[in-house]
C-alpha cells in the first residue's frame, strides 16, 4: 500500500459534492482520416469479425493497420484504421449456407461450453466458428460470451453436451467457493509462525510489473508463500506512464502477463491497484469503464491460464477529492458505477475494497470529528454498503484495511496528523471488531489486513498500520485469534 496525500489532503480541507456515474458522450463513427483510410471507433459488443464484414477488408488487414497481435482483444472507444479506403457496404451475406429457422443467429456460451460442442448442436464446424467471431485460440471461450453463427443445419442433439431449451441471457461468472478468509499483507515475511497462530491463511505481496519483464518474476513470491503454508495474493500493477503511452497495446501486455503469472499457481491476483488516481492510472483517464477495460482482458486470460485463480477488482482509493484534482482523482464511489455500468461484474470473482483512515471503532456510522465527517470513506459500516450496494453478485474482498497509529514512533507526519491519538491498543481492538463483522456480514470473502511488518516510518509512515508494534509485540493477533473463535 501506499497512503495518499492527495486523499488526506482532499478530504480534511476541501468541501465537496458526492456524484454518481456522468455518461461517456456517444462516440462518432466512421470519421474521415488519411487518404485511403476511414477510421471505425469501436462499439460495445463488437469484434473484429462483425468490423471487417462491414467495411470488406479482412481481419489480418484490420490487425496490420493497428499493430493489433491478439484479435479477440479490442475494447469501446478503442479507434480503428480501416485500410485501402473501404467503404461500409450494405450488410454482405455470409458465405455459408442459409441458417434454417431453427438455427439462431447468435448463441450464449454456458459454464461447461466448449466450441466443438457448439458446433456440432448448431450443425457447422468449430473453424467456422472461430472464424465468425475472430476467435484466434478456439480453446478459449467463456461463459457469458456472445457467439454469432454463421450458418448449419439445425441444432443436433448430443447426449455429451447441455442442452439448454434457449439461448440463456449474458451470465456473471459463477461465484467462487470458499468462507471467510483472514490473511497479511507483508514485507519481508518475517513472522509466518505469528500469522498462522493469529489465523491467517493467506499472505498478500505487490508485485510491480514492468512491461519485458517473464512471470518468473513472482516465482520466489509463490515458492515462500508455498513453503510457510499460506495461500498467495499476488496485487499486481504496472507503470501508468507506459499504460497512458498505449493503453490497449498494454493492456494486452498486463493480461498476458497476470495469465501467465496464474499458470504459475497464485491463488489469487488483484488487477491493478487503486486506478482511480494518477498515481496508479494516467491522468486524464481516470475512469471506471477504462478499468474495466484491463479488468476484462485480465481476467479472461487468467481464467484460461489457470480457472482456480481468484480473480479481484483493483480496489480503488477511497476519496472524495475529484472536484479539487478535476483529472487526477475520481471519487471512488464515482469509480465503482462506472465499472458496474461497464459490466465489471463479469469479469471479478471478488469486489476490491481498501478501508486505511478509520479514527473511530468499525460499528461507527457517524460522529467522526475530522472535515466531512459524514462521507462514506470515514466508516467500516458505510464503505461495506456502497460496495455491496454497487456489485450485489459479488462477495468483497478487503485487500488492505488497516488502523494508523504513531504509538512507539513518535509524531505522525503533517498529512496523518488526523491519526495523533490513535493508540496501539485501539487499533487491536478495532480489527478484532472488524474481522467479527466481515466473518459475521456474508458479504466478505477475503480480509487483508493491512499491514503485518512494514517498517518505514518517513513521509509515509506505513510501520504505523503495523500489526507487529516496535516492541515486537503484536496486541492485534490475540485480539483477531479471539475474533476468529481460535
Given at each position: 500500500?501506499?497512503?495518499?496525500?492527495?486523499?488526506?489532503?482532499?478530504?480534511?480541507?476541501?468541501?465537496?459534492?458526492?456524484?454518481?456515474?456522468?455518461?461517456?458522450?456517444?462516440?462518432?463513427?466512421?470519421?474521415?482520416?488519411?487518404?485511403?483510410?476511414?477510421?471505425?471507433?469501436?462499439?460495445?459488443?463488437?469484434?473484429?469479425?462483425?468490423?471487417?464484414?462491414?467495411?470488406?477488408?479482412?481481419?489480418?488487414?484490420?490487425?496490420?493497420?493497428?499493430?493489433?497481435p491478439n484479435p479477440n482483444l479490442i475494447f469501446a472507444g478503442q479507434q480503428l484504421i480501416i485500410p485501402s479506403g473501404a467503404q461500409p457496404p450494405t450488410p454482405p451475406t455470409p458465405p455459408t449456407p442459409t441458417p434454417s429457422p431453427d438455427v439462431p443467429s447468435t448463441?450464449?456460451?454456458?459454464?461447461?461450453?466448449?466450441?466443438?460442442?457448439?458446433?456440432?448442436?448448431?450443425?457447422?464446424?468449430?473453424?467456422?466458428?472461430?472464424?465468425?467471431?475472430?476467435?484466434?485460440?478456439?480453446?478459449?471461450?467463456?461463459?457469458?460470451?456472445?457467439?454469432?453463427?454463421?450458418?448449419?443445419?439445425?441444432?443436433?442433439?448430443?447426449?455429451?453436451?447441455?442442452?439448454?431449451?434457449?439461448?440463456?441471457?449474458?451470465?456473471d461468472p459463477p461465484p467462487m467457493t470458499g468462507g471467510f478468509e483472514l490473511g497479511g499483507h507483508v514485507q519481508d515475511f518475517r513472522f509466518p509462525d505469528l500469522m498462522r497462530n493469529t489465523g491467517m491463511t493467506w499472505v498478500k505481496k505487490q508485485l510491480v510489473w514492468?512491461?519485458?519483464?517473464?512471470?518468473s518474476v513472482a516465482q520466489g513470491f509463490i515458492d515462500q508463500a508455498r513453503a510457510n503454508g499460506f495461500k498467495l495474493l499476488l496485487g499486481i500493477t504496472g507503470d501508468p506512464g507506459q499504460l497512458g503511452a498505449n493503453r490497449q497495446q498494454y493492456i494486452q501486455e498486463?493480461?498476458?502477463?497476470?495469465?501467465?503469472?496464474?499458470?504459475?499457481?497464485?491463488?489469487?491476483?488483484?488487477?491493478?491497484?487503486?486506478?482511480?488516481?494518477?498515481?496508479?492510472?494516467?491522468?486524464?483517464?481516470?475512469?471506471?469503464?477504462?478499468?474495466?477495460?484491463?479488468?476484462?482482458?485480465?481476467?479472461?486470460?487468467?481464467?484460461?491460464?489457470?480457472?482456480?485463480?481468484?480473480?479481484?477488482?483493483?480496489?480503488?482509493?477511497?476519496?472524495?477529492?475529484?472536484?479539487?484534482?478535476?483529472?487526477?482523482?475520481?471519487?471512488?464511489?464515482?469509480?465503482?458505477?462506472?465499472?458496474?455500468?461497464?459490466?465489471?461484474?463479469?469479469?471479478?470473482?471478488?469486489?476490491?475494497?481498501?478501508?486505511?483512515?478509520?479514527?473511530?471503532?468499525?460499528?461507527?456510522?457517524?460522529?467522526?470529528?475530522?472535515?466531512?465527517?459524514?462521507?462514506?470513506?470515514?466508516?467500516?459500516?458505510?464503505?461495506?454498503?456502497?460496495?455491496?450496494?454497487?456489485?450485489?453478485?459479488?462477495?468483497?474482498?478487503?485487500?488492505?484495511?488497516?488502523?494508523?497509529?504513531?504509538?512507539?514512533?513518535?509524531?505522525?507526519?503533517?498529512?496523518?496528523?488526523?491519526?495523533?491519538?490513535?493508540?496501539?491498543?485501539?487499533?487491536?481492538?478495532?480489527?478484532?471488531?472488524?474481522?467479527?463483522?466481515?466473518?459475521?456480514?456474508?458479504?466478505?470473502?477475503?480480509?487483508?489486513?493491512?499491514?503485518?511488518?512494514?517498517?518505514?516510518?518517513?513521509?509515509?509512515?506505513?510501520?504505523?498500520?503495523?500489526?507487529?508494534?516496535?516492541?515486537?509485540?503484536?496486541?492485534?493477533?490475540?485480539?483477531?485469534?479471539?475474533?476468529?473463535?481460535?
Amino acid at each position: 500500500m501506499i497512503r495518499r496525500l492527495v486523499f488526506v489532503l482532499s478530504l480534511m480541507i476541501f468541501v465537496f459534492t458526492l456524484s454518481t456515474a456522468t455518461p461517456t458522450p456517444a462516440l462518432a463513427q466512421d470519421q474521415p482520416a488519411a487518404e485511403g483510410q476511414t477510421i471505425h471507433v469501436v462499439q460495445r459488443g463488437e469484434n473484429l469479425y462483425r468490423i471487417s464484414l462491414r467495411y470488406n477488408v479482412s481481419i489480418a488487414a484490420i490487425q496490420a493497420a493497428n499493430n493489433i497481435p491478439n484479435p479477440n482483444l479490442i475494447f469501446a472507444g478503442q479507434q480503428l484504421i480501416i485500410p485501402s479506403g473501404a467503404q461500409p457496404p450494405t450488410p454482405p451475406t455470409p458465405p455459408t449456407p442459409t441458417p434454417s429457422p431453427d438455427v439462431p443467429s447468435t448463441y450464449t456460451v454456458v459454464r461447461g461450453d466448449t466450441l466443438a460442442a457448439i458446433a456440432r448442436r448448431f450443425g457447422t464446424t468449430f473453424q467456422a466458428l472461430a472464424a465468425a467471431n475472430g476467435i484466434a485460440n478456439p480453446n478459449l471461450i467463456f461463459a457469458g460470451q456472445v457467439l454469432n453463427i454463421p450458418g448449419g443445419t439445425g441444432p443436433t442433439p448430443d447426449p455429451g453436451d447441455p442442452q439448454p431449451t434457449a439461448p440463456p441471457p449474458p451470465v456473471d461468472p459463477p461465484p467462487m467457493t470458499g468462507g471467510f478468509e483472514l490473511g497479511g499483507h507483508v514485507q519481508d515475511f518475517r513472522f509466518p509462525d505469528l500469522m498462522r497462530n493469529t489465523g491467517m491463511t493467506w499472505v498478500k505481496k505487490q508485485l510491480v510489473w514492468q512491461q519485458g519483464q517473464p512471470p518468473s518474476v513472482a516465482q520466489g513470491f509463490i515458492d515462500q508463500a508455498r513453503a510457510n503454508g499460506f495461500k498467495l495474493l499476488l496485487g499486481i500493477t504496472g507503470d501508468p506512464g507506459q499504460l497512458g503511452a498505449n493503453r490497449q497495446q498494454y493492456i494486452q501486455e498486463y493480461a498476458t502477463f497476470v495469465g501467465q503469472v496464474a499458470e504459475l499457481g497464485v491463488d489469487a491476483i488483484e488487477v491493478w491497484n487503486e486506478p482511480n488516481i494518477d498515481r496508479q492510472w494516467p491522468a486524464g483517464q481516470i475512469s471506471g469503464a477504462a478499468y474495466t477495460e484491463m479488468l476484462r482482458a485480465a481476467y479472461n486470460a487468467i481464467k484460461a491460464a489457470n480457472p482456480n485463480t481468484m480473480v479481484i477488482s483493483g480496489a480503488p482509493a477511497p476519496t472524495g477529492a475529484e472536484s479539487a484534482f478535476p483529472g487526477r482523482v475520481v471519487n471512488d464511489d464515482r469509480f465503482i458505477r462506472e465499472m458496474a455500468a461497464a459490466g465489471a461484474a463479469n469479469y471479478m470473482d471478488c469486489v476490491g475494497i481498501h478501508y486505511n483512515e478509520g479514527i473511530l471503532p468499525p460499528t461507527a456510522r457517524s460522529g467522526d470529528p475530522r472535515g466531512n465527517g459524514t462521507h462514506y470513506s470515514r466508516y467500516y459500516p458505510t464503505m461495506v454498503s456502497l460496495y455491496s450496494g454497487t456489485f450485489p453478485s459479488r462477495p468483497l474482498c478487503f485487500t488492505e484495511i488497516g488502523y494508523l497509529s504513531p504509538e512507539g514512533y513518535g509524531p505522525l507526519p503533517p498529512n496523518f496528523a488526523w491519526a495523533g491519538s490513535v493508540t496501539a491498543q485501539q487499533q487491536a481492538e478495532w480489527l478484532g471488531q472488524a474481522v467479527t463483522l466481515a466473518r459475521n456480514s456474508g458479504q466478505v470473502r477475503l480480509f487483508i489486513i493491512w499491514n503485518v511488518d512494514f517498517t518505514n516510518y518517513g513521509d509515509d509512515p506505513q510501520a504505523g498500520y503495523a500489526i507487529v508494534r516496535p516492541d515486537g509485540q503484536c496486541r492485534a493477533c490475540a485480539v483477531i485469534r479471539a475474533a476468529l473463535g481460535n
